[in-house]
């Protein structure tokens, strides 16, 4: 099972952290991603991570201002998100999958959604 929290309600520019979850398996099995879904718009793929074969990948809108990484300890991957603007606004999801590509289609777990909204 994968839980996401941490969204909430942040001006722009202000950060949030994301947290996921994980539990019934090791994070060094497999790999983790974030995606986001505004409204009106496709999901999209945010970052993803592997502890097993180190690989880290930012998608080009979030380069620079958020950061990926896991705590193989507890089990949890967080996404830090910085300098956050009014489009970063979205229904944030982690995700398993085998491989950290920016694929949805090869996830297959996927947790609930936490809302972040960026608005002044």
């Known amino acids: 099972q994968l839980q996401a929290s941490g969204g909430g309600l942040v001006r722009p520019g202000g950060s949030l952290r994301l947290s996921c979850a994980i539990s019934g398996f090791a994070l060094t099995q497999d790999a983790i991603g974030w995606f986001r879904q505004a409204p009106g718009k496709e999901r999209e793929g945010v970052s993803c991570i592997s502890s097993r074969d180190e690989s880290i990948y930012y998608a080009d809108p979030v380069k620079g201002r958020f950061t990926i990484s896991s705590d193989n300890t507890n089990n949890t991957v967080y996404l830090q998100m910085n300098n956050l603007k009014p489009e970063d606004t979205a229904v944030y999801y982690c995700?398993?999958?085998?491989?950290?590509?920016?694929?949805?289609?090869?996830?297959?777990?996927w947790g609930q959604g936490t809302q972040v909204t960026v608005s002044s």
């Open positions: 995700a398993r999958s085998p491989y950290c590509i920016m694929v949805d289609a090869i996830y297959n777990y």
